[in-house]
């Protein structure tokens, strides 16, 4: 993994302070075998153009106080606060929340229930008035915090990334539009694990692939450790938090 990122380092780029970020996976279990959403992102981004990636992006304003039903594990809770300053439960809330917004600005999708009706108040002008409009509450209980990783320095954009991983059935609604030639993600696909390793990915995507599989093949439990990638002294570290 440290030569295929060497690749993609440009020495003459400063060192960015990596951004809050967070990414979904969304898994159809149901599947013989597993499948898993992916989508490829437009070829005149500059940061990872062309690319099979999981839907996802950095923490705004309005992922602070949307509202939700269900909260994040305990287990979820903890990791998520481990290894970073000024550690919150509202932090960790809007991280999971980040997850689905993007997910449904990048794919139409929205994850949540239908159970209660809609939200009586969302933040106001953003992407989150769709999820009243269509009765949808995000549902924070759905979501597994599988993984993190920070991108290496020397990049044109550096995240610090939360992935989470949800069940198809968590799809309450389906908003038609959001994925086309002109958008972020120009196509999307239900693909196994196997087509998936096929695809043109970034390093890290094949990376936090394995171990979903591992944490699959493990029972899936919250309970269980959580990857922390990150390159100290030029070489990637894997931490469990």
Same mark, same amino acid.
């Given at each position: 993994?440290? *030569?295929?990122?060497?690749?993609?380092?440009?020495?003459?780029?400063?060192?960015?302070r990596?951004?809050?970020?967070? $990414?979904?996976?969304?898994?159809?279990?149901?599947?013989? /075998?597993?499948?898993?959403?992916?989508?490829?992102?437009?070829?005149?981004?500059?940061?990872?153009?062309?690319?099979?990636? +999981?839907?996802?992006?950095?923490?705004?304003?309005?992922?602070?106080?949307?509202?939700? #039903?269900?909260?994040?594990?305990?287990?979820?809770?903890?990791?998520?606060?481990?290894?970073?300053?000024?550690?919150?439960v509202?932090?960790?809330?809007?991280?999971?929340?980040? #997850?689905?917004? !993007?997910?449904?600005?990048? *794919?139409?999708?929205?994850?949540? $229930?239908?159970?209660?009706?809609?939200?009586?108040?969302?933040?106001?002008? $953003? /992407?989150?008035?769709? +999820?009243?409009?269509?009765?949808?509450?995000?549902?924070? !209980?759905?979501?597994?915090?599988?993984?993190?990783?920070?991108?290496p320095?020397?990049?044109?954009?550096?995240?610090? $990334?939360?992935?989470?991983?949800?069940?198809?059935? #968590?799809?309450?609604?389906?908003?038609?539009?959001?994925?086309?030639?002109?958008?972020?993600?120009?196509?999307?696909?239900?693909?196994?694990?196997?087509?998936?390793?096929?695809?043109?990915?970034?390093?890290?995507?094949?990376?936090?692939?394995?171990?979903?599989?591992?944490?699959?093949?493990?029972?899936?439990?919250?309970?269980?450790?959580?990857?922390?990638?990150?390159q100290?002294?030029?070489? +990637?570290?894997?931490?469990l938090?």
């Amino acid at each position: 993994m440290d *030569t295929l990122v060497a690749r993609e380092r440009n020495a003459s780029l400063p060192t960015l302070r990596p951004v809050d970020a967070s $990414t979904l996976i969304i898994m159809d279990r149901r599947a013989k /075998p597993l499948k898993i959403l992916m989508g490829r992102r437009h070829d005149g981004h500059r940061f990872m153009p062309g690319k099979f990636v +999981f839907p996802g992006g950095r923490i705004e304003a309005g992922d602070r106080s949307m509202t939700v #039903a269900g909260a994040l594990h305990p287990r979820a809770e903890q990791a998520l606060m481990a290894r970073v300053t000024r550690p919150s439960v509202q932090r960790s809330r809007a991280l999971a929340l980040a #997850a689905i917004r !993007e997910t449904f600005e990048e *794919t139409g999708l929205l994850l949540g $229930t239908r159970d209660y009706g809609s939200p009586e108040s969302v933040p106001a002008g $953003t /992407p989150w008035e769709a +999820f009243r409009e269509h009765g949808v509450f995000p549902d924070l !209980e759905a979501l597994h915090f599988i993984g993190r990783a920070i991108t290496p320095p020397k990049r044109v954009k550096r995240f610090d $990334t939360r992935f989470f991983a949800v069940d198809r059935t #968590a799809i309450a609604r389906e908003v038609e539009g959001a994925v086309g030639p002109d958008s972020e993600l120009v196509e999307l696909a239900w693909v196994t694990m196997a087509e998936a390793r096929r695809l043109d990915l970034p390093p890290i995507t094949g990376v936090l692939l394995g171990e979903l599989e591992a944490r699959i093949a493990a029972g899936f439990s919250p309970q269980l450790p959580v990857p922390f990638f990150y390159q100290k002294r030029g070489h +990637f570290v894997r931490e469990l938090l």
